[in-house]
């Protein structure tokens, strides 16, 4: 297979949307010693990792996040910059490392983002999918699992075209999954049964997950000494064995490395110091 060569002395005007390399053909040819062989073009990797992030479900509110977009320094608390910039650099590492060069596959494990409200958990979650599948072509999938669970039952309706099935089949079979705000639902024994099937699919299957959760996986109180009943009370409240059965936060601990972002909400709200302040009207 040889590339086209235009004849000495001829102009040929080329597309300037068409790609420099391959012109639109998705194959360039390159030299073996022989007639050459033909490889696919950079081009259609970029174009299929389009196709991948555009197929990940990620919301339109988070489309845009990217690990060069989450701000650490914004904030004159060094405690809260330390974090900030701990999470960012965890995540940073975790995408220019998801392709395990010496065992030439990508990785098993995945990331466990802990922290209250508003500190950016969602941002570098959906920042790391984003990235992962734009620089590996990786077909990912963000899924809200509260907006999950209202979507399985409205597939009890006899009336649906959609199965529990077809619901769940991609999202246990997606390369990286992000399943945002682990714990935020009550915990029924059918919200248990649900999660126990993606997680321990995944787990089963070595496929790596990213969550994002409002609860603890530890409890600090136990290696301190208690300060008030109505605080420990809390702290017990706050944990994400309350949400969760013990074996699957045992297996979180196998299947995720947590990064947490133990930010005090009344020092630092990432919504409101950075968001708002983006969105701000000029005077």
């Known amino acids: 297979m040889r590339e086209f060569v235009p004849p000495k002395g001829a102009v040929i005007e080329l597309d300037p949307n068409l790609c420099p390399h391959c012109h639109g053909r998705g194959w360039r040819v390159v030299a073996d010693g022989g007639a050459g062989s033909a490889t696919r073009c950079d081009c259609q ?3 299929r990792g ?15 996040c990217r690990l060069s977009t989450f701000k650490t320094t914004h904030s004159a608390n060094p405690h809260v910059r330390e974090q900030l910039q701990r999470g960012h650099k965890i995540s940073q590492r975790y995408v220019d490392q998801f392709f395990d060069v010496k065992e030439k596959r990508f990785r098993e494990a995945g990331l466990i983002y ?16 984003s990235e992962v599948v734009e620089r590996y072509n990786v077909r990912g999938k963000f899924v809200d699992f509260t907006a999950l669970l209202h979507q399985i039952q409205s597939t009890f309706d006899n009336s649906s075209s959609e199965s529990k099935a077809s619901i769940l089949s991609p999202i246990v079979d997606a390369e990286l999954l992000v ?4 714990g935020a639902q009550k915990p029924t024994e059918w919200v248990r049964d649900t999660l126990y099937l993606i997680m321990n699919t995944r787990y089963t299957r070595r496929l790596p997950t990213i969550f994002t959760t409002n609860y603890r996986l530890d409890n600090v109180s136990a290696n301190k000494p208690a300060v008030g009943g109505d605080r420990v009370r809390k702290q017990e409240r706050d944990l994400l064995s309350t949400r969760l059965s013990e074996l699957l936060v045992s297996r979180l601990y196998e299947m995720a490395q947590p990064v947490k972002l133990t930010i005090n909400a009344a020092d630092w709200d990432y919504r409101r110091e950075v968001k708002m302040h983006q969105h701000r009207v000029g005077s």
């Not at 389009?50 to 845009?64: C, D, M, S, V």
């Not at 802990?114 to 999918?129: D, E, N, R, S, W």
């Not at 399943?179 to 682990?182: A, G, Q, T």
């Open 179 to 182: 399943l945002d705000e682990l």
């Open 114 to 129: 802990i922290g209250p409200p508003g500190v950016g958990k969602t941002h570098l979650a959906a920042a790391v999918l």
């Open 45 to 47: 990797k970029r174009e």
């Open 50 to 64: 389009k196709e991948y992030l555009a197929k990940t479900g990620i919301p339109e509110r988070y489309r845009r």
